[in-house]
């Protein structure tokens, strides 16, 4: 569940001190409040602790010289049921052996959420892969760095129309995330799929339709917003999108025809603000994010909210 963070708010009141009880004049003329002692330790005592807690003292947990206490804030795309459903697996199951919580906090806001991470704000984010954080550092100048891969984001091609990728007529229409990163990963499931070959020395990781030599299978291309695969299906021959979006969605897997093998160039990562890479706290991040338990869990899981949708590490 993604949470909401609201700002501490207080709230006071008066209080009659009883007659037989030894009471502490707080002075301020007329009208003055009188508290009974035993309040004001107890008051004083839990107000310590929670400001000790969430407020402006670190936790008594937390490492010494570290801006992270022992609850891991970490932020990720708030329309993906797998990211959470893969930060809570971590929190369940591995970060109790550190000592940590891993609290999930959904953004949508990429933007947002990548310059929270640089503020440190939470400790990391795992929502994007290495061609989509060369893309923000350079056009936001944020100061982030990737730790490694955590996952790869199953990406698929989906029809209601076609029962196959060979079925899909010469000519057919097939819509393509907009964003320069999502489309070159598009069009390179394409290209390994022999359906399509780029021209000598573009890099698959950046291409794009002008990249194209041999569009073998005279397809057309429509460009779509990100998240707005399972409403495009309908409207066009097919759709190259994250399955986690058709798997939100409710759209059965029959109309998943061609599931290739995600690119390690294309695993998510875990991100950090760069100016907190050498944190105490972060070191325990990546005993957490890179146990080997994760990627077995990855590989086997029966999570409807995570199986099929984020898939192992892969070695090429």
Request: hydrophobic share 35%; net charge negative.
């Amino acid at each position: 569940m993604s949470t909401t963070h609201q700002p501490d708010q207080q709230t006071g009141g008066h209080h009659r001190a009883p007659d037989d009880r030894e009471s502490i004049d707080l002075g301020g003329g007329p009208g003055r409040w009188l508290i009974p002692i035993g309040v004001v330790v107890i008051v004083l005592s839990v107000g310590v602790g929670l400001w000790l807690k969430y407020g402006g003292g670190a936790d008594e947990k937390a490492v010494e010289g570290s801006h992270f206490s022992n609850n891991f804030k970490i932020a990720y795309q708030a329309s993906s049921a797998s990211e959470q459903a893969f930060l809570e697996y971590l929190d369940q199951e591995i970060a109790p052996d550190h000592g940590i919580t891993i609290e999930p906090v959904g953004i949508e806001d990429g933007n947002q959420l990548d310059q929270a991470t640089a503020d440190g704000d939470y400790i990391a984010n795992i929502y994007q892969h290495n061609q989509r954080l060369k893309q923000v550092i350079e056009s936001t100048g944020m100061k982030l760095t990737a730790l490694g891969p955590v996952f790869q984001w199953s990406y698929s091609i989906y029809s209601t129309k076609y029962d196959s990728i060979d079925d899909l007529p010469d000519g057919a229409e097939i819509a393509l995330l907009n964003d320069p990163a999502n489309t070159a990963q598009a069009l390179w499931i394409l290209e390994r799929a022999g359906k399509l070959t780029f021209k000598d020395g573009v890099d698959p990781w950046a291409a794009t339709e002008a990249d194209i030599a041999d569009n073998i299978g005279g397809y057309t291309f429509t460009y779509m917003e990100y998240g707005a695969g399972p409403r495009t299906l309908d409207s066009v021959d097919a759709v190259i999108d994250y399955n986690m979006s058709f798997v939100d969605a409710g759209t059965p897997e029959e109309y998943r025809i061609y599931e290739p093998a995600a690119p390690l160039a294309f695993a998510g990562q875990l991100v950090v603000g760069t100016e907190y890479v050498d944190d105490p706290q972060v070191q325990k991040l990546e005993e957490i994010f890179f146990d080997p338990r994760v990627q077995d869990y990855l590989a086997d899981n029966d999570d409807p909210n995570l199986a099929g949708q984020l898939a192992p590490v892969s070695d090429e």
